[in-house]
């Protein structure tokens, strides 16, 4: 196995620090920062070449790591079609590398995710429709009976405390506790979410109304998408020392996954797109549909198939 080059310095891990190549990398550090993710900027570089003399004729060095993940992270703003040779970089990287773990995260997959915090992009006058049901109603509510059997089964003998995290989770909780036939209670916190160009870091807006110490707690998220909110979660709640501690997630949208967090339940794995209904809002709206459903909008358009370099 080949070794990374020794760091020269200390990497930068504050915004201040880093003098960062692209303004999407700022941003990014920030995003981070909200979720208290601690990071280190392009502090190793990876060489992937070797000339006969020794050497290096060809190196990576990841924009990010991501220390409390120990995950590095390189971010393309270039369009997806312009990335091959950063696709042939990261597979050299897995077969020379192979316990380190890197993730690229594309112009699209980024836009998404600054859209998702409501950075860039929409404004209130434009039109957002349904575009297609992914999860009808239906499916929904087989789903959720099957989800609340298998609690059911694994909670047998104990009292679990469910956790919802609002808003998003309204439905999903309201329909899942009332296929768990076991005694339970129910809590509710809220936490603040990332709004771009702002400083101060991911919080309980409301917090939990009784003491989870020595409970069997299971939270319940209504999607999972990079993981940021639910890891900060996970360790903010495993402090409090419940007995047991475990998660169920409505929908998996693996394939942005970040912050890699075990889920317990999943109900729906689906694939990367924005999704309403069912509790999910978009800018608010939406949360009232009975089934989940993937967006139009005219802007989400543009922004997608806007070109820059890099
Ligand atoms: P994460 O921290 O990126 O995993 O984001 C989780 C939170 O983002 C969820 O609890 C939702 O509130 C929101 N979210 C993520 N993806 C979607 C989506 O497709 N539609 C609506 N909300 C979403
Ligand atoms: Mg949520």
Redesign the pocket.
Known sequence: MMRPLPAKAPAPTTIEEARFAHESEEEFARLLDF?RVRWEYEPRTFPLRHGDDGRILEAFSPDFYLVDLDLYVELTTLRQGLVTDKHRKLRLMTELYPDVQIKLLYKRDYLS?LR?YGVGGFNEHESVSVREVLLSASQIERRVNELGAEITRDYTGKEPLLVG?LK??TCFMADLMRHIALPLSVDFMSIS?YEGDQSGAVRFVQDLGESITERDVLIV???????????HLVRQLKAREPASLRVVAL?D?RA?R??DVPLDYIGFEIPD????GYG???AQKFRNLPFVATIRSDSLRDQSSASESE
Do not use: H, P
């Not at 797109?273 to 309403?276: D, G, H, N």
């Open positions: 979720y995710l998702k995290v998003g989770v979410s998220e209504d999607i999972v998408d990079t993981g940021m909110t639910l890891n929908l949208k942005r970040i912050a797109e924005f999704v309403v999910l809002d978009y």
